[in-house]
Each structure stands twice: as C-alpha cells, then as structure tokens.
C-alpha cells in the first residue's frame, strides 16, 4: 500500500480525533496545511514573546522603585519563558529551532503588531500590562483547548503566568491615576494611544480574516476574532471606570438589545500598514533583535566548545558546575 | 546547533517527575539550567531531568491499535468485571 492510497483512512482518523475534540499529537498523522498553518501561528506567537521584551525592557532601568524594577524584571523575563515554550512546542511539528530563529531575524514570519508601536512614558507599563495583556489573555485563553496538544499545554502555562502581568500593569495605572495631576495626565494619555492598538490585536474583521474558517474547523482557533475583541471591550469598560480613567471612543455605549457595549471599530488599514512593516517601530525593533542575536555568538560558540572538549575528555575543567 | 533535551520535573515529594517541555542546550549542565530557567520560575518542582530528546524511543502512532490491541478484550483485569452479592461487604 503506498501512502497515497493509506491518506484517506489517515485523513478519516484524524477528522475523528478533532470531532470527538480530542487532542492532536506531535507523532500523529496531520494533514500538511494543518502542520503549517500550526508552525505559522505558534512561530508568530512566539516571535511576539521575545520582540515583547523590548519596549518593557526600554523601562526597566527607569522603574520609579525598586519594588517595580524587581516586578518589571521578572515580567520582561516571563516574556522569554513564554517565548520559549512556545519554539518547543512549534518544534514538535518538525522545524528547527535556529529555522524559527532564522525566520524572524530576515522578516519571513511576523510577530504581533502591537510590539511596533513606541513606549513613551512609565504609564506605557502599567498600559501594557493592562489592555496589552488584558488582550493577550483574551485571545489565549481559548487556545488552552486548542486541538494540538503541545501548543494547548504551552498556553496553559502561559496563561497562569499571564494574569500576574495584566494585575501589576493595573496596579501601575490605578496607582497613577490616584497620584498629581500630571500623573494622572500620564496615565489617560497613555491609555488613549494604546486603546486602538490593543484592539487591534484581535486581527482583521471576521469577513475579512484569512485564516478564521479552516482555523476554527480544525480546532487550531475557538473563537472568531470580532467575537474575541467584543469580549475584550466588555471587560475593559467596567474596569477603566474603576480606574477613574477614559476609554477614547465617544462611540461608546452600553447596547441593551445585543447585551454588549457598542465601540469604535479600530483603523484596519492602520493594521495593515504596521503588519506590512510601516509601523513607528518596525526597523528598531528588528535591528535590536539582529544585534542581540550577534552580540550572543560567542556565548553559544563557547557553550559548544566547551561541552565538545568535555566529550571529548581533553579539558582541565570538565567537571560541569553545579546547578544551584 | 545545540541539542534538544527534554524536561520532566517532579513537582513536589511523592509525586513521579512529568513532562514539560524542552531546552535546546550544548551540554547535560546547561540542559538543566536552562531547564530550570525556564519550567521553574514559580517553585513548579523540587526536582528536574533533562533527556536527550533523540535517546527516547516512542512507540508508534501509526500502529497504536494494533500496539495496544491485547490489552482491549481482557476485560476481567477490571475489577467491575466481577458481580458482587449485595451483601458481601469490603470486596
């Protein structure tokens, strides 16, 4: 029997395995524009994670206090944690790391637009931390059911991780919108350059989403991204009036009849230009990554050497430190 | 190209160690730093093993219900395979 006579019946077994909302495994039988539209989202997912790190760790040398240094600190390395859960998990379908890493550094896969546009002020950390975030979780809860089981178990624990960041970025802005006036100023001028953004985060338009249908059919995405950012907004709404903020959209209003607020839909065409490369920080954020990645090279040549001469038992230091 | 390890921590005393993840790392050394690094910020594990990923052999998905076939009609191994009077206590 060659393969192609076997695909049905491993089409047939893998269609099942999604009805009944089982999970898929790495060594399973999928059908190649499963595999790659995985590799395509977890790789932007991940991309995401490790550009995030840049406009939080413009502020760590500048946290007005210790107390939020040490939490800024451990939320930009958070970011690098969930960055790599997620390259091991798009390396179960059979890509390589330095592939992924490759793909990044000369453009070829994205990362989340929202990462392109400029942190001015402290406020822009507590912003971040929550509509940024508030709308990461949004969109990654659902992904904790997602039918490919390496990248479902990757989200879970990022997403227990997540809601320290959304609840210190709070804190930041509450804190802020309770301090002078010019602190509150920061804090309403900040929320109104990040509002749009965060929004549009949740992508394209339902009708005019690329990947939405087949994504949802496969279990890979649960909910549509219209339906996704209406959950956002609701959320949001109750929440900036707790913090004595502004959301910027006059459009705003409580609609009875849907049950959910009614907004101003974020500028698509805005998205488009920044997904295309034209954002505020497109260049800077990429040229700080190739730096990055450049400027570590001989950290990575000198692990390899050194457990090579380990191997090879011809060291005076082959003895591996101890793990603290 | 560094290799690939995979993770497994124990979370706490007296449970088996579970799978997490992987590390890419050039050594066994690194492998558990990183590891450690990267799966224990928040106190998950008490202890960690690394594993060459290319030293795991796995069965097949291929062949699981062939694999797995002679355990399926042997169903007395079950305890509920067995009617128990209704007044025969602690069985």
């Not at chain 1, 089409?11 to 395509?40: C, G, Q």
């Not at chain 1, 760590?60 to 960055?83: C, M, Y």
Request: proline share 6%; aromatic share 8%; with cysteine.
């Amino acid at each position: 029997m060659t393969l192609a006579d076997a695909e049905p019946e491993l089409l047939a077994s893998f269609e099942r395995t999604i009805a009944a909302n089982d999970r898929i495994e790495p060594r399973d039988w999928m059908p190649e524009k499963y595999r790659s539209t995985l590799v395509r989202q977890i790789a932007q997912h991940a991309h995401s994670e490790i550009i995030g790190m840049q406009p939080e760790g413009n502020w760590i040398t500048r946290a007005p206090s210790l107390r939020r240094k040490a939490i800024l600190l451990a939320k930009v390395q958070d970011e690098a944690g969930h960055g790599l859960y997620l390259y091991a998990a798009a390396e179960t379908l059979g890509i390589t790391r330095d592939e992924l890493v490759q793909r990044l550094l000369d453009g070829r896969q994205k990362y989340s637009s929202i990462f392109n546009y400029p942190t001015l002020s402290w406020a822009d950390m507590g912003t971040v931390g929550w509509l940024v975030d508030g709308a990461a979780i949004v969109n990654q809860v659902p992904l904790c059911r997602s039918s490919y089981g390496p990248y479902a178990r990757a989200m879970i624990r990022i997403c227990k991780e997540e809601s320290f960041h959304q609840r210190q970025g709070f804190e930041i802005l509450y804190t802020l919108a309770r301090g002078t006036p010019a602190q509150r100023d920061m804090a309403q001028d900040a929320v109104n350059r990040w509002w749009y953004p965060s929004l549009a985060m949740f992508g394209p338009p339902d009708a005019q989403s690329t990947h939405t249908g087949q994504s949802m059919a496969w279990g890979i995405k649960r909910f549509s991204n219209d339906d996704l950012r209406q959950r956002f907004v609701d959320m949001c709404v109750p929440q900036s009036a707790v913090l004595g903020l502004t959301l910027p959209d006059e459009a705003l209003t409580w609609n009875e009849e849907r049950g959910h607020y009614d907004f101003t839909r974020p500028d698509f065409e805005e998205l488009g230009r920044v997904i295309r490369g034209d954002g505020p920080c497109n260049a800077e954020r990429i040229e700080r990554r190739q730096h990055a990645h450049a400027d570590g090279a001989w950290v990575r040549e000198a692990a390899l050497a050194h457990a090579a001469k380990a191997a090879a038992g011809t060291g005076d230091d082959v003895e591996p430190a101890p793990v603290r | 190209m560094t290799d690939l390890w995979e993770v497994f921590v124990r979370p706490r005393r007296g449970l088996a160690h579970t799978h997490v993840g992987s590390v890419h790392a050039p050594d066994a050394a690194m492998a558990l730093r990183n590891a450690r690094d990267v799966y224990t910020r928040r106190q998950e594990g008490v202890s960690i093993w690394v594993v060459p990923a290319h030293t795991i052999t796995a069965s097949s998905p291929d062949e699981k219900d062939a694999f797995f076939d002679p355990a399926a009609d042997k169903i007395y191994r079950h305890p509920t395979f067995y009617p128990v009077p209704d007044d025969a206590e602690h069985l």
